[in-house]
């Protein structure tokens, strides 16, 4: 030991283990950016073909893009039921994802000014907060993996969309109707965890993911997780 380091406990077995880590990091990486490369490339994708299309057929193919995000949810939920049956502390569609899906939906549909902001506000920023860092702890198979990533595609993709197809734009107070309306379904969703033992919405406990910006204890990481998410707020609505 040249340096004078303690290397009393390092054999060839903890060698092993630190590469095989290693690895599994740069593999978890390479994924992330891989997914991340894949999501931006669709989410661009589709508003671009909406303005190539013509405006008299724009509409048929935003009914194929509603069909695709409804296929996918029910690819997802079927699989999530022949793997372990229904449960209700994980499979109901309570998280900020699942309603940032639903209103992007209705806003490619409809171009309601509300479920536009919240699902670019909310939806597209949570995305990028989920490519980065998935919580896999209920993935069942490959499938929900799969269409967790479609999901995540479909938000962004369809909210651009309405920003560059369809010409919308945020409101003075966008941000602040986001924060009351989630304040608003809060109560009943914490109810919901409270009652199945879930953590939809992470109300319950702080998600179980590497990320730098979730940190704390509850109730002390929803605070900080409100301010994070003010903030990415503010640079989208830039």
Not at 24 to 34: D, P, T
Not at 146 to 156: C, D, G
Not at 169 to 190: E, K, M, Q, T
Request: charged share 15%; glycine share 8%; aromatic share 14%.
């Amino acid at each position: 030991n040249i340096l004078g380091l303690d290397s009393s406990g390092v054999t060839g077995k903890t060698i092993d283990k630190a590469y095989i880590k290693s690895v599994g990091n740069l593999k978890r990486y390479i994924a992330k950016m891989l997914n991340g490369s894949v999501i931006g490339m669709v989410a661009g994708f589709v508003p671009i073909i909406g303005k190539i299309v013509r405006p008299d057929n724009r509409k048929n193919f935003i009914y194929i893009l509603i069909s695709i995000a409804l296929i996918q949810e029910i690819v997802d939920y079927v699989s999530r039921y022949n793997f372990d049956g229904f449960n209700l502390a994980e499979d109901l569609p309570l998280h900020i994802c699942s309603y940032a899906l639903i209103m992007s939906s209705v806003s490619l549909f409809s171009k309601n000014q509300f479920c536009f902001e919240f699902s670019y506000l909310l939806g597209v920023t949570g995305t990028f907060i989920a490519i980065l860092t998935p919580e896999f702890t209920d993935f069942d198979g490959w499938v929900m993996y799969v269409t967790y990533f479609i999901h995540h595609s479909i938000i962004p993709a369809f909210s651009l969309w309405n920003i560059i197809v369809d010409g919308m734009r945020l409101r003075n107070l966008s941000i602040l109707y986001c924060l009351v309306f989630l304040a608003f379904v809060s109560l009943p969703v914490g109810i919901i965890c409270w009652l199945t033992g879930g953590n939809y919405m992470y109300l319950a406990r702080i998600p179980n993911v590497d990320n730098p910006l979730v940190f704390g204890e509850w109730p002390f990481y929803l605070i900080y997780l409100n301010i994070i998410g003010v903030i990415l707020m503010l640079i989208a609505s830039v």
